[in-house]
Every structure is written in structure tokens, then in C-alpha cells.
């Protein structure tokens, strides 16, 4: 009895089944158990605006990523399920009637973290049910856009599909013919970006001289592509354009404003040398003599005064340093510069102000405007009052200012002069009421007192009486004026 008693012990220690624990980690129960909490508990973890979370697969691969689409849509919805059961039917009949865990996921709440509908679906569920199908918006586009990466767009609705910003494969036109309708339908819809997204795809794959032959017929195209070369920079491109439309005159300019990217002193004179040999008209061959002499005279008077400056032999450098080199300057400020350091020198030399005005035929108002703004920042009143003396044949001598005298007075107010140099130049003011108004304005009251005076303006006289100061010079001549 003890021997069948041991028999059935050692028979029931030695089944193949074993007994069910908590610690057990390779317990397949357990881990389904631990998987089925573990997804039931994202219903309150997850939350709608919560996308950082990483959301897991049955097969342990995030949801979402390369591997886990392509088998996601590779498998059935039968072998899906019978993939994940397979592992629970290892042991025993009994593990096999458990029901089937469905996931908590449905293909929308994978992205937005939660169903609309508050009821979660199984990944399979949703690519089998038929009835509702949830898609997620970034996965699916509407019918109408997988029309953008075929070939059945015509010209005119794909130039209509770029105007509205949707992206269009231009590489289905292939022909010449196709390329030239895409082209007018693009000119046709006015819209310049579209025109210019035609016209590199054109100039891409096409021949420069069937371009150029088509664009030819085209202006308005032309105008666009010229423009966007300039833009770009393409200036081999565009000189091969302008030579084969005959624009010789366009393909000097071209050639000549490449000078602008020439930094040496030297080499940008040397290059403005050779354009003067270029196919310009009559007006902009001057242009570039004067620019290439300029420069030349730049390069000179720079070598002189820096020596003057270093060595510290001029006192007017040592008083007034230089700001900035004088080289590539227009010249105006040229000009300006040479009134300010060398306005007494000789017309031989190439710094004088008079040489320049010379050379460069620069017009007489141009010239006192410039040469006074220099001579009143030294407050040279006396070089002041030599340009703007003149002498008539007869010897006489008389104030002549080719501005008008009234910006020669803004001027020099500019500059702080004193009102004693101020109300000499006011009085010259021909218009009585502008005359008026700058003495009022700088506090000349020597000329208010007189101008109203020579109108026989009693009341305008009595009431300037009030705006000087009492016991002063000026309210004794007033009074006198009055007294008489």
C-alpha cells in the first residue's frame, strides 16, 4: 500500500506540467496576463496630445516604424492572428481555449493616441472590417492626389496644379512639342514663378540653341529667363543668350559689370582698359573712359597721401585723419575729398579739384555744391567767399551762387557758421518771403529789421520788437526806424 501510495506521489511530482507561480518568468500564462494589463493601462496612460509616447507592436517593434508597416500589410488578418496565438499553444489544449486578446489599437488611435469612437480595435480588425475603416490622415490622400506622380496631367492642368502649389513631375513631357505648350500654357497663367520653374526645366533639357531659337518668339519668357540669370549669377549662360539675339550693346554691359567682382585695385583697372574696346553705344563708351580714368587718378592721388599721411609732413592729416581709402569711390566723393585735402594745389595736379572739374566736365553746380560743403566743414569762410565771388569783364566784382543762395545759407547753418557769415548770404535772397523767413528761422534779425524796413511794414516792425531782447542793438535800431 505504501509502494502505490509512493508510486502516485513520484507520479504527480514527475508530470510534465508544472505548478503555478507568481515568479515564474517563463510561465507563458503569466506573460499574457502581464501583456493584456500591460495594453489595458494605456487606455488611461495615453492621452490625446501625448505623441511622444512609443507605442509597441505584439511583435515588440515600435508601431509605426519600416519593419512593423511592411509586415503589417504583408500578413493576413488570419495569419496575423494566428501568429500571435501560435506561442500560446506550446504547452497544452487548455492554453488554446483562452480567448483572443484583441489589441487596443485601432490605425487611427496609433497616431492621435485615442479612437474618436472611445471603443479600441484591433490592428487586424481594422485592415479586414469592411463596415468602418478608420484611416489615419497622414497615410491616406484623397483619390484625387495620387493623379500628381502619373502621366495623364495635360500642360494646362499641370501649370493649374503648380499655381495652386501642388507638386507636378515635369519629366513626362519629353517631347519638344510638349515642352513649348507647357511653356505658353505657364506665360498664359501670368504667374512668374511658375514660368521660371518651366524655364529651368527647359533649360535642363534642352539645347542651348533650341532654347535660345524658341525663346526667341517668345519675350516674355525671354525677359523671365535673362532676369533669372542675372539672379543666379549664370553669366556664361547668358552672354552665349545675348550673342545669339544680336544684343551686343546688353553683352558689354554684361562683360562690364563684372568688374564689381574684381577686388585688386590693379587688375579691376587693368580690366576696365580692355572694356573699352566693347561694342558700347556712343554715351556709355564715355562712361567707361571716365570710369577707367577715374580709377587711374584714384590709385595715385591714394599712393600720394597715404606716403603724406604715414610720414606725418601734412598738418591738415594730422588734424582731420582720413576716414576711409579713397580707391573705387564714385566721383563725387572724389571731388568732395579733393576739395577737403587739396584745394589750393595747382590745376597740373591730378588731385586738384580743378583738374577733376575739368577732365570729367563736371557741371558748375555740382561742383560749388561739393567744393562749399568741403570748404564749410574746415569753416574756411574766406574759401567760401572766394567761390561764390565772381568778377564781370569790367573788373567788378559780385556774389554768384549757381545753387541759389538760399541752399548756400542751409549750408553753412549745416556747419554752424556764425550769424555775422549767416545774414551776409541771407540778404542775398532775391524772394522776399523766403528772405524772411530764413533770418526768422537762424536769428538774423539784422536782416528781418531791414527787409521790413525796406517794405514800410510798421505793424510787422513793431511786433519784431517784442522777440528781440530789450537794451539790445538791435530793439535801439528798431526804435529808430520807427522814431523816423
Known amino acids: 500500500m505504501s509502494r502505490v501510495r509512493a508510486d502516485e506521489e513520484e507520479y504527480w511530482h514527475s508530470s510534465k506540467f508544472r505548478a503555478f507561480t507568481f515568479d515564474d518568468e517563463d510561465d507563458e500564462l503569466s506573460q499574457l496576463k502581464e501583456s493584456k494589463r500591460a495594453v489595458n493601462s494605456l487606455r488611461d496612460i495615453v492621452d490625446d496630445d501625448d505623441d511622444d509616447l512609443e507605442r509597441v507592436s505584439w511583435s515588440g517593434e515600435p508601431v509605426g516604424s519600416i519593419s512593423w508597416s511592411i509586415k503589417e500589410t504583408a500578413s493576413g488578418s488570419t495569419s496575423s492572428l494566428d501568429g500571435r496565438d501560435s506561442s500560446l499553444q506550446k504547452g497544452s489544449s487548455s492554453y488554446a481555449a483562452l480567448p483572443k486578446q484583441a489589441s487596443s489599437y485601432s490605425l487611427s488611435s496609433l497616431f492621435k493616441g485615442r479612437n474618436k469612437l472611445s471603443s479600441f480595435q484591433s490592428l487586424s480588425d481594422a485592415l479586414t472590417d469592411t463596415g468602418v475603416k478608420n484611416y489615419a490622415p497622414e497615410l491616406r490622400r484623397p483619390k484625387a492626389e495620387y493623379k500628381d506622380y502619373s502621366s495623364d496631367w495635360s500642360p494646362k492642368d499641370t501649370v493649374r496644379r503648380m ?130 580714368t577715374l580709377l587711374e587718378r584714384q590709385i595715385i592721388i591714394e599712393a600720394n597721401d597715404r606716403h603724406l599721411e604715414m610720414a606725418g609732413q601734412s598738418e591738415l592729416f594730422r588734424k582731420y585723419p582720413r576716414k576711409a581709402s579713397i580707391l573705387n569711390m564714385p566721383l563725387v566723393t572724389t571731388l568732395f575729398y579733393s576739395c ?28 560749388v555744391l561739393t567744393a562749399l560743403a568741403a570748404r564749410a566743414k574746415l569753416r574756411a569762410w574766406g574759401d567760401v567767399d572766394a567761390l561764390l565771388t565772381t568778377k564781370n569783364w569790367l573788373g567788378y566784382t559780385k556774389k554768384k551762387a549757381p545753387i541759389g543762395f538760399h541752399r548756400v545759407v542751409e549750408i553753412l547753418q549745416r556747419n554752424n557758421a556764425p550769424v555775422q557769415v549767416l545774414q551776409e548770404y541771407v540778404r542775398l535772397v532775391e524772394d522776399v518771403e523766403t528772405r524772411l523767413n530764413l533770418a526768422t528761422k537762424y536769428k538774423c534779425h539784422d536782416v528781418v529789421i531791414e527787409t521790413y524796413r525796406d517794405l514800410k511794414d510798421r505793424i510787422q516792425l513793431t511786433a519784431y520788437k517784442c522777440k528781440v531782447e530789450r537794451g539790445s542793438a538791435e530793439e535801439e535800431k528798431i526804435n529808430s ?4
Do not use: W
Open 163 to 292: 499655381q495652386r502649389g501642388k507638386v507636378c513631375s515635369l519629366e513626362r513631357f519629353r517631347s519638344l512639342q510638349d515642352k513649348l505648350v507647357l511653356l505658353d500654357e505657364a506665360v498664359a497663367g501670368h504667374d512668374g514663378n511658375v514660368i521660371t520653374a518651366v524655364l529651368i526645366f527647359l533649360k535642363r533639357t534642352l539645347r542651348r540653341e533650341i532654347l535660345f531659337r524658341e525663346l526667341e518668339v517668345r519675350q516674355v519668357a525671354l525677359c523671365h529667363l535673362i532676369h533669372f540669370l542675372r539672379e543666379t549669377g549664370e553669366q556664361k549662360f547668358l552672354l552665349d543668350l545675348l550673342r545669339f539675339l544680336d544684343r551686343t550693346e546688353e553683352v558689354a554691359l554684361s562683360q562690364y559689370r563684372e568688374h564689381l567682382n574684381i577686388q585688386d585695385v590693379e587688375k579691376r583697372r587693368e580690366f576696365l582698359k580692355g572694356c573699352i574696346g566693347l561694342p558700347f553705344s556712343a554715351e556709355d563708351t564715355s562712361h567707361i573712359q571716365d570710369h577707367y
Open 481 to 484: 526806424i520807427l522814431s523816423n
Open 340 to 367: 577737403f585735402y587739396h584745394y589750393t594745389e595747382a590745376e597740373g595736379m591730378f588731385s586738384s579739384p580743378t583738374n577733376l572739374k575739368k577732365t570729367f566736365k563736371i557741371p558748375d553746380k555740382q561742383f
